[in-house]
């Protein structure tokens, strides 16, 4: 999983794995001496949704996000680009904190709301996906062990988890796509990656200004939708790229465009069949 990914394997590997329904007890609010240090010289992984989440609560045009507070780099192999919160460069602390903690506490991403829990899944027996977690102890963090215990479930549901997780679901299966394909993506194709999940706001008007809505078959309702509604557009965005980069059978051409593919796919042949 992406959220793993990034998290050192031994880390993953040793640490007890919880369930849903088990219990830990951490606490934290500005009392504690450590407020707001783990948000100091951290790699924070930025999902597509949370880029969204945090754009629109800033009020800003997606490009200027992505410009002024993240990072980019790569998955392993390169097979993705992946994006970070980029850390102020004097003391690399989180852009958004100060003295009284987050700046975008309620639109904060996935990876903030779920510390100190760490996420992970692992294959059974039965080829199906299972999903546990772990707790994160850092020496820098006092906040653990403090405040009573609580189960998994609880903790998350008080984070509000489930909106980043409803709509980091098909990201997740596109992540899960990727990690099967044997080559890296080209420059190309992961520019087209990066603009797509991350840069919203330039894949609208990649949408609405070119020749997209006369190659894919998309519903009315839905082009509406998606000139004022980013989740909508996100949701379109993963899909099209499973669908041009992944082949996967995410989303159908129009009829026009399909029968120009199928001529250009007929006159190729017909050329390489043709004797010199």
């Not at 007890?25 to 450590?34: G, V």
């Not at 840069?199 to 006369?214: A, P, S, Y």
């Amino acid at each position: 999983m992406a959220e793993a990914e990034f998290t050192e394997p031994e880390i993953v590997q040793n640490t007890p794995r919880l369930g849903p329904d088990d219990r830990f007890a951490f606490h934290c609010d500005p009392s504690l001496d450590c407020f707001g240090h783990c948000c100091q010289d951290v790699s924070i992984l930025l999902t597509p949704y949370d880029v969204l989440r945090m754009k629109q609560a800033l009020g800003i045009d997606s490009s200027a996000f992505m410009e002024q507070y993240t990072s980019l780099a790569y998955s392993a192999e390169k097979r993705v680009p992946v994006v970070f919160l980029k850390m102020n460069e004097a003391d690399k602390k989180c852009q958004f904190v100060g003295e009284k903690g987050c700046g975008v506490y309620a639109n904060r991403p996935w990876a903030c709301r779920m510390y100190p829990l760490g996420m992970a899944e692992r294959s059974t027996s039965q080829g199906a996906a299972e999903r546990f977690y772990f707790v994160l102890k850092e020496e820098l963090c006092h906040g653990h062990g403090k405040g009573g215990e609580g189960a998994v479930r609880e903790f998350i549901d008080g984070q509000g988890v489930e909106p980043y997780d409803v709509m980091q679901s098909p990201f997740r299966r596109l992540l899960a796509v990727a990690a099967e394909r044997k080559e890296a993506l080209t420059t190309e194709q992961c520019a087209m990656y990066y603009m797509a999940l991350y840069d919203l706001d330039r894949f609208r008007r990649f949408v609405f200004e070119t020749r997209f809505l006369t190659l894919f078959d998309v519903d009315e309702a839905r082009v509406h939708a998606m000139r004022a509604d980013d989740e909508e557009l996100l949701e379109l965005a993963v899909e099209w790229l499973a669908f041009s980069l992944f082949q996967q059978k995410a989303m159908r051409m129009t009829k026009s465009a399909a029968q120009q593919k199928r001529a250009k796919g007929s006159a190729a042949s017909a050329n390489q069949s043709s004797p010199a």
